[in-house]
């Protein structure tokens, strides 16, 4: 085990010196994992980065380059003389490869294309053509195929010559002659079976395969759901393209769920890590919301100009106004987040939608009861005239209600529209329910105290 | 790919029928995956859940079992008859073991591990002892390990033999006499590497493990960063537990993410999906928080009192307070949500936390300076007096300022404290932020208007 430290980054330059060992170099470099070395290049000069690359192996430089982002390996390969920046390139994985061309420029793309060797050219142009977000955009070509025809021995052989650049070993892929898939192979079935087995005859042909036009996010939900390592991506015509593996999902995973909780939180998402984005970026994302929801906020406010008359004869009402359009705000927020996780997660679908909100609404009358009876005491302790508790708390009944039916229909009805869920978050029924909480409480005041 | 439908449930039911070709259902469990037999599962009556049980291959079983939440498992296993149940429990992979045993009553367990092989026992029982939540409660005894001293050839031939049970054939790890992980062998070595060639000779010495007490987060995280597919699990000892796969990371990392959205949005997480949760136990978990904000939010609330006199000279300024407060909790929000997801991805480490704050309230200073231009432009078009306008933006530009570093600041203090940092929620920082906006905009009313 490795972690990264100020004495290795001194240990690291100095061996980057002209007149340093290569051999020493060589050892530590060895010793680091790519993610390690990747950490601590950041810490060297651009001059010291260049040679470090151009010093290590070219897959190992290629393997740390695989933890930068794509604009970041742009860079570091347009710095490094043209017969390292090839090599290099040729042993990035292939997804890697895909990703990072769709971040740069066409004309940059088709620079960087002309480095491959010429049938891997075609593959990864074949890749690039598929929408950004689908499966076919994430798909791997570094898997092991074998041709329908051979024999176990005729496999192994072919893994043992392919097998450096392949991401998964435990499955091979079997292909009749147009390259459509027809079975998978696994690797022990592969080991164990005699020699001179045709593949056809071991092979599974029940094959769970994906769409290469799918959502990246329903493939992630698939390869999880079925516990799977790989998963076969296939073209319209039946074609294999390559494959998903599950560590393409996992980054998934997590940039969704990211995206979800900036939403939720009511900002538009980063996409680069915290400390990376700039805080022009930064300040963008939030200002848009911030004023919608400012405008939408004095929207709502504008409903207190009709109760001035109320207020006027009654100043103790103002003062629970925050507290009840925050509880209603609270408990349209829970719900609301409660429920765009379970739609995310596929816990809830389509058919379950008028379930949930019957679900909600049943549940928030529980909470706002609950919350009446709270309000209720509260109120009489600070010793207001029961006429002011009675009011609070049927505003609480009805606007937990409300509010709770509101969280949950607002993401309901934003899927069917086709939008993204987690836009209605937390602020975005906030803003909605403050005008509901007004117009409940002041009504439940003029008919409760007769203003 | 196989979908369920209706259809598949009504053709399953009549395969159950005790005069139906058991031959038939064979041929149809074989064409599901085990994912989609769970569901379909669920559509049929106790009896025949028992009988499908019974009826199809034991391996098969236990992975349509795996599907479900542990005590499921434990109801079905309970149903079947001794014999059945001892094998399917045998097929289960070690890790969904403990965690059926983790989540059983002690008696329970203790009946439980009597039907497994002996061997097999003592390796359970070790597991069990880790604390919940630990990478080694996650370890998986099913790998596949060579002795020091074996020949590729050997190591092979153990594959053969073993390798049924694996959950992954990428890595073979090499164990001294004593159960020490001495190094690991990649499968793709073991299969190019001439039969005589001790593993010693092809085996990396140069090891990722990690800890068994480890936090299950930090393995994730470990694991995602290092793009490994497994990695082996030591015991303080240096003895080797189990290994950690990329698929319980996968539960792992979006259980984690459920968890913060959920607390981010102000509620208890729930431990089952949406709709299996009973509508009681979310009441509790909502409850709480919702009471808890309140009482906060009631003491806040009491902060208008103090300025009734102000109040009393100018209604007006009771239209702006639902406005006002929102664009606090709103900034306050965005900026803990973003801090606090910044930590989880450990995109932001503890040498960076003054960093983070200061950010935040530059940013804050930003954000607060557009929205009083906005909160002017606003009042303005209202014909409110201009000194209403002007109280309204030196708020907006304090309040904003303020939110956003109180947003900052709370998680990264919570975390210091060891808290969970999403713990400090939108509706918390809302609640803390209420009442500084109050007193910040009256103070403002008072200084700027001279009530």
Request: some cysteine.
């Amino acid at each position: 085990m490795t972690a990264i430290d100020q004495k290795m980054v001194e240990q690291l330059k100095a061996l980057l010196e002209p007149d340093a060992s290569s051999d020493a170099l060589f050892e530590l470099v060895d010793e680091l994992q790519p993610y390690d070395l990747s950490l601590l290049m950041q810490e060297l000069s651009r001059d010291q980065k260049i040679f470090l690359l151009q010093s290590i192996p070219p897959a190992i430089a290629a393997e740390t380059l695989e933890h930068l982002e794509p604009l970041e390996q742009y860079r570091h390969l347009s710095n490094l003389n043209h017969n390292t920046a090839v090599d290099i390139l040729n042993h990035l994985s292939s997804d890697n490869i895909v990703q990072l061309f769709a971040a740069l420029h066409p004309r940059q793309t088709e620079r960087l294309i002309s480095f491959l060797e010429p049938e891997f050219q075609a593959k990864v142009r074949d890749l690039l053509s598929f929408p950004e977000n689908s499966a076919g955009s994430l798909a791997s070509v570094d898997y092991i195929a074998a041709r329908q025809g051979w024999t176990a021995e005729q496999t192994l052989e072919h893994l043992r010559k392919v097998g450096e650049r392949a991401e998964v070993y435990k499955y091979i892929y079997v292909l009749d002659s147009l390259g459509e898939l027809t079975g998978v192979v696994s690797l022990r079935n592969l080991i164990m079976a005699d020699p001179l087995t045709p593949v056809e005859e071991i092979m599974t042909t029940n094959l769970i395969t994906i769409d290469a036009e799918t959502d990246q996010e329903e493939a992630a939900q698939m390869l999880s759901r079925y516990d799977l390592e790989a998963m076969p991506v296939v073209s319209d015509s039946g074609r294999m393209v390559g494959i998903i593996t599950i560590d393409d999902i996992l980054d998934i995973i997590e940039e969704e769920a990211t995206e979800d909780i900036h939403l939720l939180g009511g900002s538009q998402p980063l996409d680069t890590p915290y400390l990376q984005s700039g805080i022009l970026s930064v300040f963008r994302k939030r200002i848009l919301w911030l004023s919608l929801l400012f405008v939408a906020g004095a929207i709502t406010s504008n409903i207190l100009r009709h109760y001035e008359e109320v207020l006027g004869q009654m100043i103790a009402l103002t003062f629970f106004i925050p507290l009840l359009i925050d509880t209603g705000g609270n408990a349209g927020a829970q719900t609301c987040t409660t429920v765009i996780r379970a739609m995310v997660l596929g816990d809830v679908g389509f058919k379950d939608f008028l379930k949930v909100i019957f679900r909600e609404m049943h549940l928030g009358l529980a909470l706002g009861a609950a919350m009446a009876a709270v309000g209720f005491a509260w109120s009489r302790l600070l010793q207001n005239p029961s006429n002011i508790a009675f009011t609070i708390s049927a505003t609480l009944v009805t606007l937990v209600t409300v509010s709770s039916t509101i969280g949950a229909a607002m993401p309901v009805i934003g899927k069917k529209l086709g939008l993204d869920p987690a836009v209605f978050s937390a602020p975005m029924i906030t803003t909605v329910v403050d005008a509901l909480g007004l117009i409940i409480y002041f009504q439940f005041a003029r008919l409760i105290m007769g203003i």
